[in-house]
Protein backbone atom coordinates (compact mmCIF):
# COMPACT_ATOMS: atom_id res chain seq x y z
CA UNK A 1 0.00 0.00 0.00
CA UNK A 2 1.45 3.66 -1.47
CA UNK A 3 0.47 6.79 -1.02
CA UNK A 4 2.30 9.56 -3.33
CA UNK A 5 2.23 13.41 -2.50
CA UNK A 6 2.63 15.43 -5.72
CA UNK A 7 2.41 18.71 -7.34
CA UNK A 8 4.49 21.04 -5.37
CA UNK A 9 6.47 23.36 -6.77
CA UNK A 10 7.31 27.38 -6.73
CA UNK A 11 4.58 29.81 -7.16
CA UNK A 12 4.15 33.60 -6.38
CA UNK A 13 2.42 34.72 -3.80
CA UNK A 14 -1.52 35.29 -4.89
CA UNK A 15 -1.27 31.83 -6.95
CA UNK A 16 -2.65 28.40 -7.32
CA UNK A 17 -1.28 24.82 -6.91
CA UNK A 18 -3.04 21.70 -7.02
CA UNK A 19 -1.27 18.72 -4.92
CA UNK A 20 -1.88 15.34 -5.75
CA UNK A 21 -2.27 12.33 -3.39
CA UNK A 22 -2.35 9.33 -5.03
CA UNK A 23 -3.26 5.80 -3.14
CA UNK A 24 -2.01 2.27 -4.57
CA UNK A 25 -2.70 -0.99 -3.31
CA UNK A 26 -5.88 0.06 -0.64
CA UNK A 27 -8.90 -2.09 -1.48
CA UNK A 28 -11.42 -0.37 0.83
CA UNK A 29 -13.88 1.44 -0.64
CA UNK A 30 -13.78 3.87 2.30
CA UNK A 31 -11.07 6.05 3.25
CA UNK A 32 -10.00 9.56 5.24
CA UNK A 33 -7.27 11.49 3.68
CA UNK A 34 -5.17 14.22 5.91
CA UNK A 35 -2.75 16.61 4.34
CA UNK A 36 -0.42 17.94 6.51
CA UNK A 37 2.43 20.50 6.28
CA UNK A 38 5.28 21.65 8.27
CA UNK A 39 8.21 24.20 8.11
CA UNK A 40 11.88 23.07 9.20
CA UNK A 41 11.89 23.89 12.72
CA UNK A 42 8.37 23.91 13.44
CA UNK A 43 5.92 20.84 14.33
CA UNK A 44 3.54 19.57 11.68
CA UNK A 45 0.46 21.49 10.90
CA UNK A 46 -3.15 19.53 10.08
CA UNK A 47 -4.77 21.08 7.39
CA UNK A 48 -7.36 19.68 5.99
CA UNK A 49 -9.34 16.20 5.68
CA UNK A 50 -11.14 14.34 3.26
CA UNK A 51 -13.37 11.40 4.52
CA UNK A 52 -15.19 9.38 1.89
CA UNK A 53 -17.75 8.99 4.49
CA UNK A 54 -20.73 11.75 3.20
CA UNK A 55 -17.88 13.50 1.57
CA UNK A 56 -16.86 15.14 4.84
CA UNK A 57 -13.70 17.66 5.14
CA UNK A 58 -12.45 19.60 7.75
CA UNK A 59 -10.02 22.61 7.18
CA UNK A 60 -7.36 24.57 9.59
CA UNK A 61 -8.47 28.28 10.12
CA UNK A 62 -5.08 28.80 8.22
CA UNK A 63 -6.28 27.72 5.28
CA UNK A 64 -10.03 27.75 5.21
CA UNK A 65 -11.34 29.68 2.18
CA UNK A 66 -8.50 29.57 0.27
CA UNK A 67 -7.85 25.76 0.16
CA UNK A 68 -10.24 22.89 -1.22
CA UNK A 69 -10.49 19.15 -1.54
CA UNK A 70 -11.50 17.28 -4.63
CA UNK A 71 -11.32 13.61 -5.38
CA UNK A 72 -11.05 11.33 -9.03
CA UNK A 73 -11.86 8.14 -7.42
CA UNK A 74 -11.06 6.29 -10.71
CA UNK A 75 -7.79 7.28 -10.25
CA UNK A 76 -7.88 7.04 -6.21
CA UNK A 77 -6.52 10.25 -5.91
CA UNK A 78 -7.12 13.19 -3.75
CA UNK A 79 -6.38 16.17 -4.73
CA UNK A 80 -5.86 19.73 -2.65
CA UNK A 81 -6.88 22.67 -4.29
CA UNK A 82 -4.28 25.62 -2.75
CA UNK A 83 -5.40 29.44 -3.98
CA UNK A 84 -4.45 32.92 -2.90
CA UNK A 85 -1.56 31.13 -1.94
CA UNK A 86 1.01 33.31 0.50
CA UNK A 87 4.40 33.04 1.49
CA UNK A 88 3.52 31.73 5.05
CA UNK A 89 2.17 28.75 3.05
CA UNK A 90 5.69 27.36 2.45
CA UNK A 91 6.31 24.19 3.93
CA UNK A 92 6.52 20.56 2.55
CA UNK A 93 2.84 18.96 2.50
CA UNK A 94 2.62 15.83 3.11
CA UNK A 95 -0.91 13.38 2.79
CA UNK A 96 -1.89 10.83 5.11
CA UNK A 97 -4.75 8.07 5.45
CA UNK A 98 -5.83 7.01 8.94
CA UNK A 99 -7.75 3.70 9.88
CA UNK A 100 -11.35 5.00 7.82
CA UNK A 101 -13.40 2.69 10.86
CA UNK A 102 -12.28 4.31 13.72
CA UNK A 103 -12.53 8.41 12.39
CA UNK A 104 -14.95 7.75 9.79
CA UNK A 105 -16.27 11.61 9.70
CA UNK A 106 -12.97 14.86 9.23
CA UNK A 107 -13.10 16.77 12.63
CA UNK A 108 -10.19 18.38 14.43
CA UNK A 109 -9.08 15.81 16.82
CA UNK A 110 -8.24 13.20 14.35
CA UNK A 111 -4.15 13.68 14.95
CA UNK A 112 -0.69 12.69 13.59
CA UNK A 113 -0.75 9.75 15.22
CA UNK A 114 -4.30 8.05 14.06
CA UNK A 115 -2.18 8.22 10.68
CA UNK A 116 -1.77 4.68 9.60
CA UNK A 117 -0.28 5.32 5.99
CA UNK A 118 1.92 8.37 4.81
CA UNK A 119 3.26 10.14 1.73
CA UNK A 120 6.27 11.63 1.07
CA UNK A 121 6.30 15.31 1.29
CA UNK A 122 5.97 17.56 -1.91
CA UNK A 123 7.69 20.91 -1.43
CA UNK A 124 5.82 23.91 -1.93
CA UNK A 125 7.54 26.86 -1.97
CA UNK A 126 5.68 30.73 -2.43
CA UNK A 127 7.60 33.84 -3.27
CA UNK A 128 6.35 36.83 -2.05
Known amino acids: VQLQASGGGLVQAGGSLRLSCAAS????????ITWFRQVPGKEREKISCYSSSGKSTWFADSVKGRFTVSTDNAKNTVFLEMNSLQSEDTAVYYC??????????????????????WGKGTQVTVSS
Open 96 to 117: ARNNYYVHPVCSASIFEYDMEY
Open 25 to 32: GFTDQYYA
